[in-house]
């Protein structure tokens, strides 16, 4: 069986800080993953560094085989080039805009009589050349240059973002929920929608009939979502009037609105009580047979070993363990690590 | 917390009686005549609509949007004044006036697209300002400090219109661009903007590509803000001098859009016929009766009160009469009054926005779960 994720390798270091160390992870389609380990042991540094947060200092994130990462295709050749000329043609008008200006437009028309349209443009190559050959060409060159370098570097700056990962089909939520609080529930998971629809711009502006078509279909989704996470009776609120553990499922139904394939859950039942856990726990199960796969972080060792397939154990950035849950629990290493006496006790 | 349905008739029968003024005006004293300061209102609140779009629903405080009314102005003037070339009609210099300003605004968001927050400020402030420079310092193209006159009237069908036609097409400009920018905000380009202004971060992870809804939003921005500079030049028949288009202006469209309401369409409209209208209307009216008043006690003065000191009727006729008597000279004052009272009674404007856009559907038949398979 092919992995899903597989990550190889991957080292996360801020300055001296090592928030991971050559961690190597492999989810395979279907599965229900857990990563564990106690606080600051590098768990959501991971998750940031899958879904393109964080770039790995070292290593590699694979997803279904291949990297997520932008490729420089020919549209991108072309577009960098067209920034180039564009900061060129912007530098050279700047120098020379009064003199062309006036060459073209104010030497040649008397108010009041036609203009001579057809000359208007052959009147630039010798404005341009008593301006001097060497200073324009040289500025238009320069810009073209600078336009040229800056398209570069911002691009290989966003060869791997997240939003990119999210439309790869790799959908999280966050330890820390991050909802839109001032947006209704419906509004929540139609952001995790955006990429699925088809109106552009113009379409939205003018309400063309196939907006609102898409829009009532769309909705109605949403809608859907909402209930697969028993949250439609609460699907007119603002988000941010939902009491916590809600605020959690809100999360997981805007992050399958996106459609992905592999889900990862920041900590989903950090803050929830026993019964909202065990819903939780059924909820997790329906999304993996929905066909998506699972990652979570979680503390809550009730739901990691009530659910996973496998886990693996991270401690100080470095994964300590990894197998069934069965494993995880006997494993002496594991339990002196992060389980203690406490939690087992 | 559900959101009360508003009142669907009340913006019907606002826009009702805007439209039925100018018929009653012949009828209404003098004090009443607002057909003019009216349409000064349309177009601020054009301009602050657009600006909302940036700075309300992306969250992207943007100090210079005069700087697009100015370009907007300029490209209006330049493409119709009879001293150039091109003497476009009114409504093809409102398309290149549009384009103009949204290729404006794509030039000042390409490059500011990683600058956020006070940075972003700082900026569009320093753009303001220069494209005020530019203005005047290219006077071979723009007549430097003269402006640029005389600019032919709005026209239809190539009717020039007179005041209360312009009124009209004003109003529908502005009733145009409200239903605009109202359509979307509550389409999938509206909710990426503000899931951006929410946090910027968990839009990028749900798929929301960032630079590009910034981008129309700068663009959307520049051109409103070019569309109300056309139109303000075409009614006063001069683009005006490029200083006309400064930081005052800049402000008072932002005081516009956070007294309405910041991210409120319906508060910036509302906060532009309460900003502009108390400038233009209120304290002009104001000012009209102080001034006739003190011109009545000054005539009567000499001959009522002849034996009182000379300096005493000067007090009255020159500092009080400047300062005490003629309110219009407290506009700045009484904005930065206006803002210090919202900010501390309340800072989400006098009519925030709606948090709701999108209701739910009716829910659908049992057995509906499976959906994001």
């Avoid at chain 1, 309400?207 to 949403?222: L, Q």
């Avoid at chain 1, 949250?231 to 992050?255: K, M, T, V």
């Avoid at chain 1, 996973?308 to 594991?334: F, M």
Wanted: aromatic share 8%; charged share 15%.
């Amino acid at each position: 069986m092919s992995a899903i994720l597989e990550v190889k390798d991957v080292t996360m270091r801020f300055g001296g800080l090592v928030a991971n160390e050559r961690v190597s992870l492999a989810v395979h389609p279907g599965e229900i993953f857990a990563v564990i380990g106690p606080n600051g042991a590098g768990k959501t540094t991971l998750f940031n560094a899958i879904t393109g947060i964080y770039e790995p200092t070292e290593g590699d994130v694979l997803f279904e085989g291949k990297p997520i990462r932008r490729e420089w295709t020919a549209a991108d050749r072309v577009r960098g080039l067209a920034v180039g000329a564009t900061s060129a043609a912007a530098a050279v008008l700047a120098l020379n805009a009064t003199a062309l200006w006036t060459a073209a437009i104010n030497d040649r028309y008397v108010m009041g009589e036609p203009f001579p349209w057809g000359g208007a443009l052959a009147t630039v190559p010798a404005t341009l050349r008593d301006a001097g050959f060497w200073p324009t060409w040289f500025a238009a060159a320069a810009a073209f240059l600078v336009g040229r370098l800056a398209f570069g570097a911002i691009w290989r700056a966003q060869r791997r973002t997240p939003d990119l990962v999210a439309r790869a089909g790799i959908a999280r939520t966050f330890q820390n929920i991050r909802l839109f609080g001032e947006m209704n529930l419906v509004e929540n998971v139609l952001v995790g929608m955006d990429q699925h629809f088809r109106s552009g711009y113009w379409a939205c502006l003018f309400r063309t009939p196939g907006f609102r078509r898409e829009r009532g279909r769309m909705r109605r989704r949403a809608f859907e979502l909402l209930q697969f996470v028993d949250l439609a009776d609460e699907a007119a609120e603002p988000a941010r009037s939902l009491p916590y553990g809600h605020q959690r499922r809100l999360e997981i139904a805007r992050a399958l609105a996106t459609r992905p394939r592999l889900i990862l859950l920041d900590e989903p039942a950090a803050g929830m009580n026993p019964a909202e856990s065990a819903d939780l726990m059924k909820l997790i199960r329906r999304i993996r047979e929905s066909g998506v796969t699972v990652v979570l972080i979680e503390h809550d060792m009730k739901v990691v070993m009530g659910i996973s397939d496998r886990i693996a154990v991270l401690q100080y950035g470095k994964k300590i363990a990894e197998g069934t849950p069965e494993a995880i629990r006997n494993d002496p290493v594991c339990v002196a690590a992060y389980l203690g006496t406490e939690e087992l006790g | 917390m559900a959101a009360a349905r508003r009142n669907p008739w009340v913006p019907v029968a606002g826009l009702a009686a805007l439209a039925a003024w100018p018929l009653l005006e012949p009828a209404l004293p003098a004090w009443l005549q607002l057909g003019e300061p009216l349409t000064e209102v349309f177009v601020y609140a054009i301009l602050a609509l657009g600006l909302n779009v940036l700075t309300g629903f992306t969250g992207l405080l943007n100090l210079g949007v005069a700087a697009f009314a100015a370009i907007g102005a300029y490209a209006y003037s330049i493409a119709t004044c009879e001293v150039y070339p091109f003497q476009l009609g009114f409504w093809p210099a409102l398309a290149v006036t549009g384009a103009v300003g949204a290729i404006a605004g794509f030039a000042l968001g390409a490059p500011t697209l990683r600058v956020r927050g006070d940075y972003l400020a700082i900026v569009t402030l320093g753009f303001g300002e220069i494209v005020k420079d530019v203005l005047v310092n290219l006077d071979a193209i723009t007549k430097g400090t003269q402006g640029i006159n005389p600019l032919p009237p709005p026209s239809i069908l190539g009717t020039p219109l007179e005041a209360r036609g312009q009124y009209w097409l004003y109003l529908g400009f502005v009733a145009a661009t409200f239903l605009g920018v109202r359509a979307l905000e509550r389409s999938r380009v509206g909710r990426a903007w503000i899931s951006i202004r929410e946090d910027e971060l968990a839009s990028r992870a749900m798929g929301i590509r960032p630079d590009r809804a910034k981008m129309l939003a700068f663009a959307t921005c520049a051109a409103l803000a070019a569309l109300s500079g056309a139109l303000l030049v075409s009614r006063l028949s001069s683009s005006g001098e490029p200083s006309n288009y400064g930081f005052e202006v800049s402000i008072i469209a932002l005081c516009i859009v956070i007294v309405g309401g910041i991210g409120s369409v319906r508060g910036t409209l509302l906060g532009a016929f309460v900003m502009v209208g108390m400038n233009s209307i209120v304290l002009v009216r104001l000012t009209e009766v102080l001034g006739s008043g003190a011109e009545g006690m000054a005539a009567a003065a000499p001959a009522a009160d002849a034996g009182a000191p000379a300096h005493a009727w000067h007090f009255v006729r020159t500092w009080a009469h400047n300062v005490l008597l003629t309110p219009t000279n407290w506009k700045f004052l009484l904005f930065g009054l206006a803002l210090v009272l919202m900010m501390i009674f309340r800072p989400q404007g006098i009519l925030p926005p709606r948090a709701v856009h999108e209701d739910p559907p009716a829910p659908a038949p049992p057995g509906g779960g499976e959906a994001h398979a």
